[in-house]
């Protein structure tokens, strides 16, 4: 028998699940697809939002607009499931050379709220800090783990454990079927797996791999993010986060020894407390060449649309861009000039 739904959502990591959440709110007949054993960025991450990017510590993209809406998103989520989601947690910053400590003075002096001095943190006897230390504000940890499992937990009526293959979809004058499935829009929001698929895949996707270590770090305090040349982001209990690498070429998605040998390296010299390596995670970021999401509908099939490319700021863009889009479909309000896959109409028509 054919059910009939407004949208179809494929995937379910940070972005499916955000876009199922708001079609659920909205009372909106959804069905969404995903395949837990394909590999999802969204469970490896560190589930940080941090508005400080890069080695010169410059204000992220839209974290203006998008961090007081995500805190809330965020926050909503967790009041209406009941369990803990998002945490604020400040980056305590371990300057890793007196360049970057320079880096960080100047921002400090220079145009940055978010930049915090840190003169007498708790955290500074676990830590080897011969280039002092200072505090990015506004920062925080969202449990990924927890959150995808919540999120699936939710939309349970409308969730199907498969694969999505794309030679069982037809489109028709009023939307899409798959299967025994009928809906309006179908949205993609399948990570890296957007690479090969037919409607979207020229796009300029850049994968991007991140290796990281889950390590159990007894007595080191669990309420800030740690930043040296690695991040140190509090996962569970004594568990920790450290990582990630930042690769735009390799050869597979497995884990590296050469990964392993610098986290242990670096985590020699900047802890002054033991530590116990029990997990070596990878990921693929979603990436992309312009560092900017891929939103919107295509532009010669409007029954398929696209919610992909957060790259390294899933946590923060996810939220936001989904209701973006939901609401461009909904209501034909306007989506980010600088998001919406309209810029890329010549590659996709
Ligand atoms: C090591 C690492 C650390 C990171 N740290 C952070 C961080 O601290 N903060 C931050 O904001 N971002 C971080 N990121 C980036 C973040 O993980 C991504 O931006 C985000 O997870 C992308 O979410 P997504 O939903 O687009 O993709 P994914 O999480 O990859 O989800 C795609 C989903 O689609 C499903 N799927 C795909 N194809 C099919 C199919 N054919 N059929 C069925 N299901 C399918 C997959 O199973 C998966 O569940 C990190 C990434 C990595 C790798």
Redesign the pocket.
Known sequence: MQEKVKYLI???????TWMAYYLQEKGIPFKI?????????????????NPVTGRRMVQTWMIETVLPFVVDAYNQFQEKAGVAIIKKAPVALIHPSLQMKESFDYRLAHENVYLLKSDTPNWKSFFITPFGTGEIGSCYWIDLVQFLKTGREKIKDHYLE????MEDLKLNSNGVEWKNLNAEKIIF?????AMENPFFKALPFAPN????LIVDIPGLPNKNIYKNNVSI?PWKENLFWV??SFEWKYENANPTNSFKEKMISSLDSILTIPYKIVDH??????ANTERRPFVGLHPTYPQIGIC?G?????????PYFTLELINHIEMATAINKEANVERFKHLLA
Do not use: H, W, Y
């Open positions: 494929v995937g379910q990591g940070l972005v499916g697809i995903n395949n837990t054993q394909l590999p999802s960025a969204s469970s490896v991450a560190s589930g940080v939002i498969a694969t999505f293959e929001c399948d990570g890296v797996q791999k991140g290796e990281a982001v990582g990630a995670i990878v990921g693929i970021r979603p992909n957060m790259g390294t700021k899933g946590c923060s863009l996810a």
